[in-house]
């Protein structure tokens, strides 16, 4: 089984310029009602005894986390935080995120944290020495995470996640995040690290970039595995329908994932997911041990996959592992290699493009001018604008993928 040549990885001053430097807030479902609570603000050079005003800001993340009310703004100046929770209902020996979210929204007033300048508010891991992000707990829910760097976080015995919606976080945004190097360490564990893991219902994740996604590899930082867990047990997003309602209604657009060779860049698994929509994203690479970008392993309803472009997956773009389906409509997308391993009843294929060079650039993932992407998508009301904020369509129909070209011509 040959390894295919893994991209470049794309570091942050260059998702800076691509995605420029001010948060474009996007449409439709992707966004929260307006706010009409108050704004704090958070500083490296704050300290959390000040008001939390923008001369006298706070010094955490988690000391605004601790105090937001519905409809509160928190807007997060340039510069690293750390943290493991500790003081917090989180804390314990296997639960050490940096913030641990207790407070939540409305459904008319939601809670912000929003990056001042995308990807400038860092919030890092430390090596491994936390274990989340952010973390949610069972009241934490309405709340949108705007324009942060996520990376770092690991745990050798337990789960790690970028964000972990598990006890609480149903209805949440999560947006224009670089999420990357998660579990990033030596292990046998069999619980997964992970990007963003969901088992809440109502979660939208979309223009994120999500990469380089779990645990080392034999030689990998001189680590010598003694199982397989390496290739198979971690996901740029892990889609949870363990428990009902679980992460029905997951909405997932215009993200670009890459460099996931650890897992599946997005596994939906285990249980019964409804209302679950993967929309105008782009899959790059590919796991060199296991199949396919996408693995669904539970049952769906009323599910769509459509305007995706996999480029360069092992063997198949989507992987069907386990479950049964109700009117799941696979539609739209472009693959390089075949789009899924079998075609089971209750999922529907129609206008995909299969076996065909998707011609995306290497760095930036946009498509080439003689691209199949280009004026090939579905029309889809959830994507009138694309990664970068561009408005859809600019040819004569939807782009497939993350990115819509400008003056594109197929």
């Known amino acids: 089984m040959n390894t295919p040549l893994m991209m470049k990885a794309v570091c942050t001053p260059f998702l800076l ?112 020495r936390s274990t989340a992000g952010f973390r949610f707990l069972v009241d934490a829910n309405y709340i949108a995470i705007e324009g942060f760097d996520v990376f770092g976080m690991g745990n050798a015995t337990q789960s790690a996640a970028g964000f972990e919606l598990f006890d609480g976080g149903h209805d949440v945004i999560l947006a224009e995040n670089d999420i990357h190097h998660i579990g990033r360490l030596c292990t046998d564990t069999t619980n997964g690290e992970t990007g963003i893991f969901v088992q809440q219902p109502r979660v939208t994740i979309t223009r994120n970039f999500i990469h380089d996604i779990g645990r080392f590899a034999p030689g990998e930082g001189g680590c010598a595995p003694a199982t397989i867990y390496y290739r198979n047990h971690d996901h740029g997003i892990y889609v949870n329908g363990r428990n009902v309602p679980g992460a029905s209604d997951a909405l997932i657009t215009n993200n670009v994932f890459y460099n996931h060779q650890r897992g599946w860049a997005i596994q939906v698994y285990p249980g019964n997911i409804n209302g679950l929509s993967i929309l105008n994203n782009t899959f790059a690479t590919s796991n060199p041990y296991s199949s396919g970008h996408i693995l669904v392993g539970a049952s769906t309803r009323n599910g769509r996959i459509i305007n995706n472009i996999f480029s360069d997956p092992l063997e198949t773009a989507i992987t069907f592992y386990q479950g049964t389906h109700t009117d799941l409509v696979v539609s739209n997308n472009l693959s390089s290699l075949r789009l899924a391993d079998n075609q089971p009843g209750g999922v529907t294929f129609m206008a995909n493009v299969e076996r065909t060079a998707a011609q995306i650039t290497a760095d930036t993932f946009r498509p080439l001018p003689g691209s199949p992407a280009l004026n090939r998508g579905m029309e889809l009301p959830e994507v009138s604008v694309d990664l970068l904020g561009t408005a859809r369509p600019q040819g004569g129909a939807w782009d497939i993928g993350a990115i819509e070209v400008v003056g594109g011509k197929q």
């Open 17 to 128: 310029a691509l995605m420029g430097a001010v948060l474009v807030k996007p449409a439709g479902r992707t966004l929260p009602p307006p706010q009409s609570g108050a704004t704090y603000y958070v500083a490296p050079r704050g300290a959390d005894g000040n008001p939390g005003t923008q001369s006298r800001p706070f010094g955490t993340v988690q000391h605004a986390a601790d105090i937001v009310n519905p409809g509160d703004t928190v807007i997060v100046e340039d510069g690293t935080y750390t943290g493991t929770g500790s003081g917090t209902a989180c804390a314990s020996a296997i639960s050490r995120p940096v913030v641990c979210l207790a407070r939540g929204g409305t459904i008319q007033q939601w809670i912000t944290f929003r990056a001042r300048h995308k990807l400038g508010a860092k919030i890092d891991g430390a090596s491994n």
